[in-house]
Each structure stands twice: as structure tokens, then as C-alpha cells.
């Protein structure tokens, strides 16, 4: 005999247990079920171990969607500050870092536990390792074909997030699921990841492996303005997370390093000052040192201060300050936080996640394509677009 239960939530991730609590809330019995051994892996690793839960400033221009009306809805009924109120009711001790990200002072476990203990306190019912193999209309909702049985459902929620990090469990399951109930699925590709150069670059740039400065990275019209790290692979941080989710193969993307300083200027006055200085000594005042070296070699400067033309200080600022450089990929999906595209919004009623032509079926979290910027923006999405659907059940 198979168990019946309203709701069958499928995916204990961060939308997963959000949406568990809103509908067990409602007085729905529901079933979570997962294939991994522990809930919310990917809570218990974000923000450095210590979730970065949601952002201050969260709103619709933070997402990227084939429809950026998508979002509205769950992003304004749901908001960080209703996820902030349930994190101080649990007496979670947090701090915001920068740019109006929120995190847990302590571990990111205890936003798992915060989770786990109001879907327990809504009689929510949570099974972890179990596979699942099918998901099939019956005639009064859904059967559901699990490695523990068969499970029915009046409705079923699919939150199994994207394909970011397979190590950790990611797999193409909601995008299966949407093709064989005959939804419409974008084109994925791995968002807020690191890009990489092609070998030649890469060798050149290696001596500035384990630099970071302070950057403006610009991709048409779009520009982060935060860390860049130059690696043994190619360049990462902050700012290359942002903006690798707007990138695309073959794209040119441009650097301004220290953009708070005109490094013409400096150099000028540098010379000005002292024009027995090597020119590598002024840069380094201003640039890592190391950074410096690698730009007054590449320009080929050599000799004292004195002995440079405007022209040739202004160029070797423009190799920090106006930098264009064409990466050769990205990481992909092995170290990517999240996976652009998805299930596609025109599928989806954006008030309730439900499925238009499919009455009971629902996509909450990573799965639709919604994605947020890095921030704590996606947990945010998840959290609002999981209220939605549970609110909705
Ligand atoms: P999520 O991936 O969390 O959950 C999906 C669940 O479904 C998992 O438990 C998985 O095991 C399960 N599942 C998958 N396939 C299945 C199958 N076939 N059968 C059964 N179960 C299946 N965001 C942010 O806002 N702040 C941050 O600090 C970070 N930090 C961060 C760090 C790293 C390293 C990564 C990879 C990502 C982040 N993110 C983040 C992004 C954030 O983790 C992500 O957007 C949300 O976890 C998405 O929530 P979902 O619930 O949609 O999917």
C-alpha cells in the first residue's frame, strides 16, 4: 500500500524546508524526501560555513531570469526581513558583512537546525536517503516511485536546485522532471564561478597568482565592483563571480583595478616628486607590489622615473585601470554556487510556483530560472519562492 501524504516535497534543500514549514503551517501533512544523508548540504557549506542567509537589500534588479517581472511577487511577500525575524526568534546571532549581506556570527548549522525544527514543529515529515526514480500523474495527484516504496500526493513539489557541485549531490533531476510533464526548460550554464584563461595568458599572469585587489569588472553594461583574485587557474573573487553569470564564451570582459585612484596621476606626481624612482617603485605604492612588477615588465619600463613621457605613465596605467582580457571558460558546474537558466518562467504561476498546465505540480528554489547575484540574494530566492509555494498548497 502506498502512503499518502497532501504535499510530497522532493529536495531538502533550502526551498525544500522553507516551503515544509509554510505548508505544514497551513495544516498540510507533508513528505520531504532527499537522496542525500543530511539535509541542506549546500547551508551547511555557504558563506564560508557561516550561510551568508539572506541580503538587506534583495530585490528584483539582484536576479537574473529570461522574465525579471518573475520574481516580484514571492521576492515582495516574503522578504529578508521576515527571514531576519524568524533567524532572531531562534535567537541565531548574526552580523552583516558588507553590502548588506546577513550572516550567522556561529555556523551555518544553525540555520539548518532552525529549519529542521520548525518543519518538526509543523509535524513535517523529513526521509533522506532515498532515490527517486519516477514522478507519474494518478487520478486523484501524483505517484511518486521512491527506493523506500511508493508515496502518493495531492500535490508534489520539485526543489531539487540546480546542477552546481555534482559532488555534492546536484543532479539534472527538476529539469527531467519539467521535460517529461512537458514544461519548457532555458538553457543552463554555471553562474558565480571562476572563468578561466587559455594557457598562454595563464602562464603570463601566473606570477600575480594569489593577488587581490580591489576591482570594477565590466561586462557590456553590466560592473561589479568588489575583490578579484588572480589564481593558478585563472581569476576569481567577488567581482569574477558576479560577472562570470553574465558572461558568456568568447565574450571580452574589462578590468579597472583600484578604481578610487587615477594611477596616471599618481605616477605623474610620482615622478614630479622623485624622478630617480624606478617606475615599479611608484606602482607598488599603489598596486601590490608584485602587481606592479608584472605591469612595468609587460610595458617594458625600464630606467628611472625621469626618463618616462606622460605617454608611456598613462599606458602603464591603462594596463591596470583599462584591462581587457577575453577568458577562455569557467570552471563550470565542479566549483560553480549556482546554475543559470532552468525550468522557464512562462511555465510557472509566479504567485503559487505552480505548474499552469500541470494543476499540483510545483518548481520552487535554484530549479526555476531565477538567479540571484552572489550575496546571499539565492538563499533569499529560495526562501521566498518556497513561502510562496507553501503558502499556496
Ligand atoms: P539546494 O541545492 O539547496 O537543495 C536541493 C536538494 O535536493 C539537495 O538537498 C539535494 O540533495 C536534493 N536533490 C538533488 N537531486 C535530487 C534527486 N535526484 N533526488 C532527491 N533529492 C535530490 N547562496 C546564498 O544566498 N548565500 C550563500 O552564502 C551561498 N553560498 C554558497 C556556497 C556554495 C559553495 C554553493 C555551491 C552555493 C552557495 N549559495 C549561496 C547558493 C545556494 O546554496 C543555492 O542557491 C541554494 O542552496 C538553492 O536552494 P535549493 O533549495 O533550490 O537547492
Known amino acids: 500500500m502506498a502512503r499518502r501524504f497532501d504535499v510530497v516535497i522532493l529536495g531538502a534543500g533550502a526551498a525544500g524546508l522553507m516551503c515544509a514549514i509554510r505548508a505544514g503551517q497551513g495544516g498540510k501533512r507533508v513528505l520531504v524526501l532527499d537522496h542525500a544523508k543530511n539535509p541542506a548540504e549546500k547551508i551547511r557549506i555557504s558563506g564560508g560555513g557561516r550561510c551568508n542567509f539572506t541580503n538587506i537589500h534583495a530585490g528584483p534588479k539582484n536576479y537574473l531570469s529570461a522574465n525579471p517581472h518573475f520574481a516580484k511577487s514571492a521576492l515582495a511577500r516574503y522578504t529578508p526581513r521576515d527571514f531576519l525575524d524568524l533567524v532572531e526568534k531562534h535567537r541565531i546571532a548574526w552580523h552583516e558583512k558588507t553590502l548588506g549581506q546577513l550572516f550567522c556570527d556561529d555556523s551555518a548549522k544553525d540555520i539548518i537546525h532552525m ?20 514522478v507519474e500523474k494518478a487520478p486523484d495527484g501524483f505517484r511518486i516511485t521512491t527506493s523506500s516504496g511508493m508515496v502518493e500526493a ?20 527538476a529539469y527531467r522532471i519539467a521535460a517529461e510533464f512537458g514544461l ?10 571562476p572563468l578561466t584563461l587559455d ?11 594569489g593577488i587581490a585587489v580591489d576591482a570594477e569588472v565590466k561586462h557590456g553594461k ?14 576569481s573573487g567577488p567581482a569574477i563571480l558576479q560577472i562570470s553569470s553574465y558572461w558568456r564564451e568568447g565574450d571580452a570582459i574589462k578590468l579597472q583595478i583600484e578604481p578610487d585612484i587615477d594611477i596616471a596621476a599618481r605616477l605623474k606626481d610620482g615622478r614630479k616628486a622623485n624622478g630617480k624612482q624606478a617606475a615599479q617603485t611608484v606602482l607598488g605604492e599603489i598596486l601590490p607590489k608584485r602587481l606592479a612588477q608584472f605591469l612595468t615588465e609587460n610595458a617594458g619600463m625600464t630606467g628611472q622615473m625621469a626618463d618616462q613621457g606622460d605617454r608611456k605613465l598613462e599606458a602603464l596605467a591603462a594596463s591596470a585601470q583599462d584591462w581587457t582580457i577575453v577568458p577562455a571558460g569557467s570552471e563550470g558546474y565542479r566549483t560553480a554556487e549556482v546554475t543559470i537558466g532552468g525550468i522557464d518562467t512562462s511555465e510557472i504561476d509566479s504567485k503559487t510556483m505552480q505548474a499552469k498546465n500541470v494543476p499540483g505540480l510545483y518548481f520552487i528554489g535554484e530549479c526555476v530560472d531565477v538567479t540571484g547575484w552572489l550575496g546571499g540574494y539565492n538563499f533569499q530566492w529560495a526562501w521566498a519562492s518556497g513561502h510562496a509555494c507553501g503558502e499556496a498548497l
Request: proline letters at 5%; charged letters at 20%.
Open 222 to 235: 553590466t560592473s561589479f565592483r568588489e575583490a578579484l583574485l588572480f589564481t593558478h587557474r585563472g581569476i
Open 115 to 134: 529549519l529542521l525544527d520548525e518543519m518538526r514543529a509543523v509535524g513535517a515529515t523529513l526521509e533522506l536517503k532515498t532515490e527517486i526514480s519516477a
Open 199 to 209: 594557457p598562454t595568458l595563464l602562464e603570463k599572469l601566473s606570477p600575480l597568482s
Open 154 to 173: 495531492g500535490s508534489v513539489v520539485i526543489a531539487t536546485g540546480g546542477k552546481s557541485i555534482p559532488k555534492m549531490g546536484a543532479t539534472g533531476f
Open 184 to 193: 519548457k526548460v532555458t538553457d543552463t550554464r554555471p553562474g558565480l564561478v
